[in-house]
């Protein structure tokens, strides 16, 4: 069974960069059967897609935050990492990492979530 795991610091600064990686275990991230995403959800607000990256590596961005994120990986590690650029007080969120299949009609396995606050 996959399970996935978000980690990174609770707190950060305005215009600085937030930086999160998923660890999975039980699956592996270049699986040509399933795509991994990026999603939060701030206060008040419903779920935001951030990005999907493929098997392959290929990555689809939110076209909303495309200009301040960025999405790699480490396959000898199995993890994959989100980093947002400058961000501000309204990228306080809990953000999730997820899988989901290749027809992208849903997420099937999610990771715990973790808080971000942005703030000075």
């Known amino acids: 069974q996959v399970q996935l795991q978000e980690s990174g610091p609770g707190l950060v600064k305005p215009s600085q960069t937030l930086s999160l990686t998923c660890t999975v275990s039980g699956g592996s991230i270049t699986t040509t059967a399933y795509y991994w995403s990026w999603i939060r959800q701030t206060p008040g607000e419903g779920l935001e897609w951030i990005a999907t990256?493929?098997?392959?590596?290929?990555?689809y961005y939110s076209p909303s935050l495309k200009s301040r994120t960025s999405i790699s990986r480490d396959t000898s590690k199995n993890h994959f990492t989100l980093q947002l650029n400058f961000v501000t007080p309204e990228d306080t969120a809990v953000y999730y990492c997820?899988?989901?299949?290749?027809?992208?009609?849903?997420?099937?396995?999610w990771g715990q979530g973790t808080q971000v606050t942005v703030s000075s």
């Open positions: 997820a899988r989901e299949g290749t027809d992208w009609a849903n997420f099937d396995s």
């Open positions: 990256m493929t098997g392959a590596g290929y990555v």
